[in-house]
């Protein structure tokens, strides 16, 4: 005991609290069968509570924005407290949210009630985050999203976009948010709605990777450009830095061009490609009109347009390409194999060059490996994905061996190796995409957790495991389980992120927003009744709408309170509608009365001692007569 409180000092033990601290040392009796504690298993368990322990009102360093895959959503969790937050509805109606229920999130959505969220990206500002944007790909249904972190709610979302099957390859952000980049998964004839029989796949069908472009002021996007590729498989990217800009790199598996049962027509070459995507050689090549136009969209042809994309033998079936901080090396892993190779930008220059090509697929050249790559690094079975410290340290996932592997970029040393528990795919470090990492944390996004938390049946819980790499070796500190299902994640300083808490009175420039009670009223033209609504401290005004059956209702109701949290919800029985509205907000709500009767409407938000008391009717009337409606038996 005396050990810990040298070891650590009183005042971070005090954080802790005495009733904490001896139930950590009381665990670690019964788990040890009655046996006292040994000094080094008291110290590890100490540390590592300490190491992640946030004190009730304190905050966390970091903000941890990880996907939630075919959820739909991305969750907010803190770092290194590894507590959720909150949820961000993107791709999928949320009920707690209201999201998907009004006519703005509604028209977002389009006809899509679901999505696969892959690969969330904080944009950048000279290769570092700077807090603006967060944009997630939607592997299912070819779409990318943007959420602004001012208010943590998503504002676009683009597609489904054309030419692309399966928006895999994304969502990855070059250093000044010029571009999201992303690639498609699956190949398919173009232009889409062509069918050709998948005995003519190696020639008839096609994958792009595209160029979605970012507005620098208001972060809209609209698709810039696309390259045409052969139909290869693409998985994973990222964008150049430093000496590296104005390049991207993206892996691919079935360079076979194989159908069928892929993991054995796939797998059948020792080696599959990254693609070094040159984006501002595509950007020039649209500006001087050569591209194509296919479905609305320019597309490049690598056989008409050179420079713009190279391949580069890769260890077979890649899953990640990840870009050095520096900007110099690109490192490739394929989870067949034991090794990872880091492949030097500057040979990779030098090599288009002198045209050190050792073949081509479709007009793109093939780079000769051997004049690109620095090293092949022996990582251990199943290497992944690669992130990056703050001293020039590589950290590699293992997927097979369920560990990850820290390694010397330059010397090409192994230098540690933690397990995990288990089957790790992505991993992000503090900051660890962009030009200055911040080192101290490590989140192991693991995808199977059987055997380390409370039983809940056949659905359980992916792990993400929080590792502190601020020494020589790393240090598992803390387990946290998530919802369906984590892929990537990103982890942010906080204190460069300044979200509001309300939406101030005098930005809301809905033409539709009342702000007092005189204003509210409920107009009729024809069969369309629109309301002004306001919520407030304890109602919703007004308390009663009187409609007839069939007509088409359109609520614009405004939350005028300017106090942080609270926030009101609209939810009318048996309609299926539930809005939720912030502070300073407005929303509209559009439905057709089609069902006569008496329909209550309240605040579904707890908001005030009288929360109970907010609400109001919906009176449908049947044939135009309120007295027609009888009582059922």
């Given at each position: 005991?005396?050990?810990?409180?040298?070891?650590?000092?009183?005042?971070?033990?005090?954080?802790?609290?005495?009733?904490?601290?001896?139930?950590?040392?009381?665990?670690?009796?019964?788990?040890?069968?009655?046996?006292?504690?040994?000094?080094?298993?008291?110290?590890?368990?100490?540390?590592?509570?300490?190491?992640?322990?946030?004190?009730?009102?304190?905050?966390?360093?970091?903000?941890?924005?990880?996907?939630?895959?075919?959820?739909?959503?991305?969750?907010?969790?803190?770092?290194?407290?590894?507590?959720?937050?909150?949820?961000?509805?993107?791709?999928?109606?949320?009920?707690?949210?209201?999201?998907?229920?009004?006519?703005?999130?509604?028209?977002?959505?389009?006809?899509?009630?679901?999505?696969?969220?892959?690969?969330?990206?904080?944009?950048?500002?000279?290769?570092?985050?700077?807090?603006?944007?967060?944009?997630?790909?939607?592997?299912?249904?070819?779409?990318?999203?943007?959420?602004?972190?001012?208010?943590?709610?998503?504002?676009?979302?683009?597609?489904?976009?054309?030419?692309?099957?399966?928006?895999?390859?994304?969502?990855?952000?070059?250093?000044?948010?010029?571009?999201?980049?992303?690639?498609?998964?699956?190949?398919?004839?173009?232009?889409?709605?062509?069918?050709?029989?998948?005995?003519?796949?190696?020639?008839?069908?096609?994958?792009?990777?595209?160029?979605?472009?970012?507005?620098?002021?208001?972060?809209?996007?609209?698709?810039?450009?696309?390259?045409?590729?052969?139909?290869?498989?693409?998985?994973?990217?990222?964008?150049?830095?430093?000496?590296?800009?104005?390049?991207?790199?993206?892996?691919?598996?079935?360079?076979?061009?194989?159908?069928?049962?892929?993991?054995?027509?796939?797998?059948?070459?020792?080696?599959?490609?990254?693609?070094?995507?040159?984006?501002?050689?595509?950007?020039?090549?649209?500006?001087?009109?050569?591209?194509?136009?296919i479905s609305g969209v320019k597309v490049i042809d690598p056989k008409k347009v050179e420079g713009v994309i190279y391949l580069i033998p890769c260890s077979k079936s890649p899953h990640g390409v990840d870009v050095s901080p520096?900007?110099?090396?690109?490192?490739?892993?394929?989870?067949?194999?034991?090794?990872?190779?880091?492949?030097?930008?500057?040979?990779?220059?030098?090599?288009?060059?002198?045209?050190?090509?050792?073949?081509?697929?479709?007009?793109?050249?093939?780079?000769?490996?051997?004049?690109?790559?620095?090293?092949?690094?022996?990582?251990?079975?199943?290497?992944?994905?690669?992130?990056?410290?703050?001293?020039?340290?590589?950290?590699?996932?293992?997927?097979?061996?369920?560990?990850?592997?820290?390694?010397?970029?330059?010397?090409?040393?192994?230098?540690?190796?933690?397990?995990?528990?288990?089957?790790?795919?992505?991993?992000?470090?503090?900051?660890?995409?962009?030009?200055?990492?911040?080192?101290?944390?490590?989140?192991?996004?693991?995808?199977?957790?059987?055997?380390?938390?409370?039983?809940?049946?056949?659905?359980?819980?992916?792990?993400?495991?929080?590792?502190?790499?601020?020494?020589?070796?790393?240090?598992?500190?803390?387990?946290?389980?998530?919802?369906?299902?984590?892929?990537?994640?990103?982890?942010?300083?906080?204190?460069?992120?300044?979200?509001?808490?309300?939406?101030?009175?005098?930005?809301?420039?809905?033409?539709?927003?009342?702000?007092?009670?005189?204003?509210?009223?409920?107009?009729?033209?024809?069969?369309?009744?629109?309301?002004?609504?306001?919520?407030?401290?304890?109602?919703?005004?007004?308390?009663?709408?009187?409609?007839?059956?069939?007509?088409?209702?359109?609520?614009?109701?405004?939350?005028?309170?300017?106090?942080?949290?609270?926030?009101?919800?609209?939810?009318?029985?048996?309609?299926?509608?539930?809005?939720?509205?912030?502070?300073?907000?407005?929303?509209?709500?559009?439905?057709?009365?089609?069902?006569?009767?008496?329909?209550?409407?309240?605040?579904?938000?707890?908001?005030?001692?009288?929360?109970?008391?907010?609400?109001?009717?919906?009176?449908?009337?049947?044939?135009?007569?309120?007295?027609?409606?009888?009582?059922?038996?």
């Open positions: 005991m005396n050990a810990i409180i040298e070891k650590y000092g009183k005042t971070r033990l005090a954080w802790l609290g005495a009733g904490a601290l001896f139930t950590l040392i009381l665990s670690l009796t019964v788990v040890s069968c009655n046996k006292a504690p040994s000094a080094e298993e008291l110290g590890g368990a100490a540390e590592s509570a300490v190491a992640s322990y946030v004190a009730p009102g304190d905050t966390d360093e970091y903000y941890l924005f990880y996907s939630g895959g075919h959820s739909g959503n991305v969750y907010v969790a803190g770092v290194p407290s590894m507590r959720h937050i909150s949820t961000i509805p993107v791709f999928a109606p949320y009920p707690a949210t209201g999201y998907g229920f009004d006519a703005e999130s509604k028209k977002m959505l389009g006809d899509y009630t679901w999505g696969d969220v892959h690969h969330p990206a904080i944009s950048e500002t000279k290769g570092d985050y700077d807090g603006r944007w967060l944009f997630v790909n939607d592997n299912g249904n070819n779409r990318i999203a943007r959420i602004d972190l001012r208010d943590f709610k998503t504002k676009q979302i683009l597609g489904p976009v054309p030419n692309v099957s399966g928006f895999h390859g994304g969502s990855f952000v070059t250093p000044n948010t010029e571009y999201v980049l992303a690639a498609s998964r699956f190949s398919v004839p173009l232009p889409k709605g062509t069918v050709a029989p998948i005995e003519e796949y190696a020639t008839k069908y096609s994958g792009v990777v595209s160029g979605i472009k970012v507005d620098p002021a208001s972060g809209e996007m609209s698709v810039g450009f696309q390259v045409l590729t052969p139909p290869f498989n693409w998985d994973l990217g990222d964008a150049g830095k430093g000496p590296s800009d104005g390049w991207a790199f993206w892996t691919s598996y079935n360079t076979e061009r194989a159908t069928g049962k892929l993991e054995v027509t796939s797998t059948q070459k020792d080696r599959d490609y990254i693609a070094a995507v040159n984006w501002k050689a595509a950007e020039k090549a649209v500006a001087e009109g050569k591209a194509d136009t520096d900007g110099k090396y690109f490192i490739g892993s394929g989870k067949l194999q034991s090794i990872t190779t880091a492949y030097n930008v500057e040979k990779m220059l030098t090599a288009i060059q002198k045209k050190d090509f050792s073949g081509n697929e479709d007009g793109i050249p093939v780079l000769n490996y051997d004049s690109v790559k620095d090293a092949e690094v022996n990582v251990g079975l199943g290497p992944l994905h690669t992130q990056f410290d703050d001293q020039g340290y590589a950290y590699t996932s293992l997927f097979v061996e369920s560990a990850v592997a820290k390694w010397k970029l330059g010397t090409w040393e192994v230098a540690d190796k933690i397990p995990v528990s288990y089957n790790i795919g992505h991993l992000a470090t503090a900051e660890g995409d962009t030009v200055n990492p911040d080192g101290k944390y490590l989140i192991a996004l693991n995808k199977l957790s059987h055997g380390r938390h409370l039983n809940v049946g056949p659905s359980q819980p992916e792990s993400s495991q929080l590792i502190n790499i601020s020494g020589e070796k790393m240090k598992l500190v803390y387990d946290a389980f998530t919802e369906p299902e984590p892929h990537y994640a990103q982890i942010i300083k906080a204190d460069k992120l300044k979200p509001i808490e309300v939406y101030p009175k005098e930005e809301n420039k809905n033409p539709n927003a009342v702000w007092d009670v005189k204003d509210t009223k409920v107009e009729r033209n024809g069969n369309a009744v629109t309301v002004k609504m306001i919520a407030v401290r304890s109602t919703l005004e007004p308390t009663k709408i009187e409609v007839n059956q069939g007509d088409k209702v359109t609520i614009y109701i405004t939350n005028i309170e300017q106090t942080t949290d609270e926030l009101h919800g609209f939810g009318l029985g048996e309609y299926n509608i539930n809005v939720v509205i912030d502070p300073g907000e407005t929303k509209t709500i559009e439905f057709v009365a089609d069902k006569p009767g008496i329909f209550p409407y309240y605040c579904t938000n707890f908001c005030s001692a009288l929360h109970q008391e907010m609400q109001g009717y919906l009176l449908v009337k049947p044939g135009g007569s309120l007295a027609a409606v009888k009582a059922p038996k």
